[in-house]
């Protein structure tokens, strides 16, 4: 493997590494991140990958298989329709920020396809060819996914303390189920406490399932004011999402330049 080769990997995971650490600090502590922030990795990620493709593709073409090369396409027509989906989620049904788009389609740019795929092959490692068959974005989400699905057990955990709040909710069951698997139910004084909560049951005020991304966490507390310490009410978490993608993001960035690192 080139020294080029290496410099360009090098580049494309300490801008990674840095823009999602930020991103990822800004999104836990404000949930507000500048657009401006994703624009630099963009600008590199196109700038390294055709780079890459220049100076090892090209060179690699004439003794390596097509299908390689057809696959690393493959990857990024996928990368591309996955990130189509994300823009139809962010701007028609909104149900997601924004920032998750800017965010999925800088790394994208970055990670469009597994530029280690080709090493794989040319030094004829199986295992590398598997783990890396499916683009950069879907491991990350994977991985993401992984995240996402132990906070909901911690969040049943802590709900089944509240067992007994949760038989006598005046709500169909479907709704029970939901609150417990991916809301908090917890009393009015810690609700006070927190930042980024939104309740989505509360007797005889509110009664639903999920929140709007563009409320504002601190008017409900304003509305609430007037409710008893000891209340028990069902909220809802803003996930940081870009804090724990970013977790994902560097999972996935310690597995890659590992295998970086043995083929080297």
């Not at 630099?40 to 097509?66: D, Q």
């Amino acid at each position: 493997m080139s020294m080029d080769i290496i410099l360009i990997e090098l580049v494309a995971s300490l801008t990674t590494i840095v823009i999602f650490t930020l991103a990822g600090v800004l999104d836990w502590w404000w949930r507000e991140i500048p657009p401006t922030l994703w624009i630099m990795p963009v600008i590199i990620g196109i700038s390294v990958n055709i780079l890459y493709y220049f100076l090892y593709c090209s060179n690699y073409f004439a003794t390596i298989c097509k299908y390689q090369f057809q696959l690393q396409l493959l990857q990024l027509i996928l990368s591309l329709i996955l990130l189509c989906i994300i823009s139809i989620l962010v701007f028609i049904i909104k149900i997601i920020g924004g920032a998750d788009f800017l965010a999925v389609a800088s790394f994208i740019a970055l990670y469009p396809f597994n530029r280690l795929l080709v090493l794989g092959y040319s030094e004829n490692i199986i295992v590398l060819q598997l783990l890396f068959f499916l683009p950069p974005i879907l491991w990350v989400l994977i991985i993401y996914s992984v995240i996402m699905i132990s906070l909901i057990l911690f969040n049943l955990l802590n709900n089944l303390r509240f067992h007994k709040e949760i038989k006598t909710l005046r709500v169909p069951l479907t709704n029970k189920i939901l609150y417990t698997l991916f809301c908090r139910f917890m009393y009015v004084k810690e609700y006070r406490r927190k930042k980024f909560y939104y309740p989505v049951y509360v007797q005889s005020i509110i009664s639903r399932v999920s929140f709007n991304i563009y409320e504002d966490d601190e008017v409900w507390k304003q509305r609430l004011s007037n409710i008893p310490d000891n209340l028990v009410i069902v909220v809802s978490w803003g996930i940081p999402m870009i804090t724990f993608m970013s977790l994902a993001v560097a999972t996935y960035l310690i597995l890659y330049n590992t295998l970086l690192l043995m083929l080297y």
